[in-house]
């Protein structure tokens, strides 16, 4: 498993069902991504809660969501209805 504090820029990812890439090298719960959406590529923020798994070392990992940190953040996220 990979903390998503850890990925780098330009590294491969899944994000909402979609394929992307990581834009930024920022820490935190929201991230900027580039995706090949509904039409075609798109830049955009993306919660980091929605970021399912990387590909790092040649292969696909999950992301670790296990910071009490995140749990906080996920559970505020749902309190307002997203």
Not at 24 to 47: A, H, P, Q, T, W
Not at 63 to 73: A, E, G, M, N, Q
């Amino acid at each position: 498993m990979v903390k998503l504090n850890d990925v780098k820029k330009g590294t491969p990812l899944v994000a909402n069902g979609f394929q992307g890439r990581m834009m930024d090298n920022k820490k935190g719960n929201i991230r900027m991504v580039e995706v090949d959406g509904l039409c075609g590529l798109e830049i955009g923020s993306v919660y980091a809660k929605d970021i399912t798994s990387v590909f790092v070392d040649g292969k696909w990992q999950r992301v670790d969501r296990s910071d009490p940190k995140d749990k906080k953040f996920d559970d505020m996220i749902k309190s307002h209805g997203f």
